[in-house]
């Protein structure tokens, strides 16, 4: 294992008190072939008033995961093409459960985004809001992308929106990436700067600062708790009352 | 590298955010103060204005965030331009006139583009705007520009916009005019209004290919 990493989604607390389930999912994981250790992470997050956003959400980030992996173990490339046709694959997925539960597709409305990191190469998905951040190599951390929102900052674009996929993002960065950062819409507005257009650089880095200093995988297992608690706690929740993700992970040097 | 870390202890975590100005998500009430509100209607309006201001402030994001701006009729008059609900002082309302209808509606959407364009200079980021129309009557004037006004932007996801009829309403022509199914209210129970407008939002303007949007279904606050 080469990566460290944690990771949670944390319900909000307008869900709480509408009795609504967590929508957002993450997974992530790391998988060894032909001697190279590739960390694979896909986060999530259904939109507010879909039906099954909880169970679209969590269908995209499973689902993608395994595919991933099955791939890379099928020493099949992950490349643009590929990404292309993982969506592919979760819009059908996605419209079969729609089918089989009898409601319209857009009730499994829910974003997608993630990354797959090589040793030496990088690939990176989105489609709708949230942001996933990388190292910048000099110390800071820059966004792959920054989030689209329509007008209006609730509005955005789901996997399930059109099989063209107008909307997905994909980014093959061929260098080494160390450290990655991957959050929902829900921390948006607490982590980037919305006049500036920057990464809030603190948060950030007093966050990795611990990841990086965790040795032992225990270690790991004890901050990953604490970045549930975090989530959680009443500095998250004055700001914002929507689900959150928040996966960091960073590569332990080698 | 020898100090032992106890990973238990140490404060994970960043109070540090990036300070960003509130989102906002501007709010327009259309409220009919014709001769026919006076009396109980109109009493249980100034009340509902109240409870409205109060569960506003109950809600640290709302509180921040919602911006309320009420327009009476008639004659129409700005009663209160766009304020956040610290600063919403609704004054008692009385009963003025008749009910241009029409004209309101065309005031409510005016004040909701003038408001847009000030975000957008201001990099201020928004929620779909909301005009709720509150009436108990018929229209009093030609309301076919505010209709065609109405329609156009709801078209365009310029905002949503909302008939409600308090008893006594013609629903017939609240329905003529909302692209929306107005709704007749029970009672003037804004807390449940306004918890199923935030959960409605994320999805109020997307829209899949040949798919219509559904919201939730109103819960509790209405006659529907």
Same mark, same amino acid.
């Given at each position: 294992m080469i990566w460290?990493?944690?990771g949670?989604?944390?319900?909000g607390?307008?869900?709480?008190q509408?009795?609504?389930?967590?929508?957002?999912?993450?997974?992530?994981? *790391?998988?060894?072939?032909?001697?190279?250790s #590739?960390?694979?992470?896909?986060a999530?997050d259904?939109?507010?008033?879909?039906?099954?956003a909880?169970?679209?959400?969590e269908? %995209?980030?499973?689902?993608?995961?395994?595919?991933?992996?099955?791939? %890379?173990?099928?020493?099949?490339?992950?490349?643009?093409?590929?990404?292309?046709?993982?969506? !592919?694959?979760l819009? =059908?997925?996605?419209?079969?459960?729609?089918?089989?539960?009898?409601?319209?597709?857009?009730?499994?409305?829910?974003?997608?985004?993630?990354?797959? +990191?090589?040793?030496?190469?990088?690939i990176?998905f989105?489609i709708?809001?949230?942001?996933?951040i990388?190292?910048?190599?000099?110390?800071?951390y820059?966004? #792959?992308w920054?989030p689209?929102?329509? !007008?209006?900052?609730?509005t955005t674009?789901?996997?399930?929106?059109?099989?063209?996929?107008?909307?997905?993002?994909?980014?093959l960065?061929? *260098?080494?990436i160390? *450290?990655?950062? #991957?959050?929902? =819409?829900?921390?948006?507005m607490?982590t980037?700067?919305?006049e500036? +257009?920057?990464?809030?650089?603190?948060?950030?880095?007093?966050?990795?600062?611990?990841?990086?200093?965790a040795?032992?995988?225990?270690?790991?297992?004890? +901050?990953? !708790?604490?970045?549930?608690?975090?989530?959680?706690?009443e500095?998250?929740n004055d700001?914002?009352?929507?689900?959150?993700?928040?996966?960091?992970a960073?590569?332990?040097?080698? | 590298?020898?100090?032992?870390?106890?990973?238990?202890?140490?404060?994970?975590?960043?109070?540090?955010?990036?300070?960003?100005?509130?989102?906002?998500?501007?709010?327009?009430?259309?409220l009919? &103060?014709? @001769?026919?509100m006076?009396?109980?209607?109109?009493n249980?309006l100034?009340?509902?204005?109240?409870?409205?201001?109060?569960?506003?402030?109950?809600?640290?994001l709302? &509180?921040k965030?919602?911006?309320?701006?009420? /327009?009476?009729?008639?004659?129409?008059?700005?009663?209160?331009?766009?304020?956040t609900?610290?600063?919403?002082?609704?004054?008692?309302?009385?009963? &003025?006139?008749?009910?241009?209808?029409?004209?309101?509606?065309?005031? @409510?959407?005016?004040?909701?583009?003038?408001r847009?364009?000030?975000?957008?200079?201001?990099?201020?980021?928004?929620?779909?705007?909301w005009?709720?129309?509150?009436?108990d009557g018929?229209?009093?004037?030609?309301?076919?520009?505010?209709?065609?006004m109405?329609?156009?932007?709801e078209n365009?996801?310029?905002?949503?916009?909302?008939?409600i009829?308090?008893?006594?309403?013609?629903?017939?022509?609240?329905?003529?005019?909302?692209?929306?199914?107005?709704?007749?209210?029970k009672?003037?129970?804004f807390?449940?209004?306004?918890?199923?407008?935030?959960?409605?939002?994320?999805? /109020?303007?997307?829209?899949?290919?040949g798919?219509n949007?559904?919201?939730?279904?109103? &819960?509790?606050?209405?006659?529907?």
């Open positions: 460290k990493a944690i949670k989604s944390v319900i607390t307008s869900h709480i509408n009795n609504k389930l967590c929508e957002d999912a993450l997974v992530y994981t *790391e998988v060894i072939h032909q001697n190279e #590739i960390f694979i992470a896909i999530s259904g939109a507010g008033s879909a039906l099954f909880n169970q679209a959400a269908l %995209i980030v499973n689902r993608g995961t395994k595919i991933l992996i099955d791939w %890379i173990l099928n020493d099949l490339p992950i490349n643009e093409a590929a990404i292309l046709a993982l969506a !592919e694959i819009y =059908d997925e996605l419209a079969q459960e729609a089918d089989n539960c009898q409601v319209p597709l857009n009730e499994f409305s829910s974003t997608f985004l993630g990354a797959v +990191l090589y040793k030496s190469a990088a990176f989105q709708g809001d949230g942001v996933i990388r190292d910048d190599g000099i110390g800071g820059a966004a #792959i920054w689209q929102n329509g !007008e209006y900052i609730n674009s789901f996997l399930i929106e059109d099989k063209q996929f107008p909307n997905l993002k994909i980014s960065i061929h *260098e080494q160390n *450290e990655i950062a #991957i959050l929902t =819409d829900g921390l948006q607490l980037l700067n919305t500036t +257009l920057t990464v809030h650089q603190p948060f950030f880095t007093s966050l990795f600062k611990w990841l990086r200093l040795i032992e995988v225990d270690d790991v297992l004890i +901050l990953n !708790e604490k970045l549930s608690d975090y989530l959680s706690s500095a998250i700001r914002t009352d929507d689900d959150k993700t928040l996966l960091l960073t590569r332990i040097s080698n | 590298m020898d100090d032992y870390i106890s990973f238990e202890q140490i404060p994970f975590g960043s109070n540090s955010f990036a300070d960003n100005p509130e989102p906002r998500c501007p709010c327009v009430l259309l009919d &103060t014709s @001769g026919s006076a009396g109980k209607p109109l249980e100034n009340e509902g204005l109240k409870i409205f201001k109060k569960e506003l402030l109950n809600d640290a709302a &509180t965030r919602v911006e309320v701006a009420v /327009v009476t009729f008639g004659p129409v008059s700005l009663h209160s331009d766009f304020q609900a610290k600063d919403f002082y609704p004054r008692e309302l009385n009963t &003025t006139g008749d009910t241009p209808l029409g004209e309101a509606i065309e005031m @409510g959407i005016e004040l909701v583009n003038k847009k364009k000030l975000y957008k200079e201001n990099g201020i980021a928004y929620y779909k705007p005009i709720i129309l509150i009436t018929s229209p009093t004037d030609a309301y076919e520009k505010a209709k065609t109405v329609q156009t932007g365009d996801k310029a905002f949503a916009f909302f008939a009829g308090v008893e006594g309403a013609n629903m017939e022509i609240l329905k003529d005019i909302s692209v929306r199914q107005p709704l007749k209210l009672g003037l129970m807390r449940e209004f306004f918890l199923w407008l935030s959960a409605s939002m994320k999805m /109020v303007s997307v829209k899949a290919p798919i949007t559904t919201l939730l279904p109103p &819960t509790g606050w209405t006659e529907l």
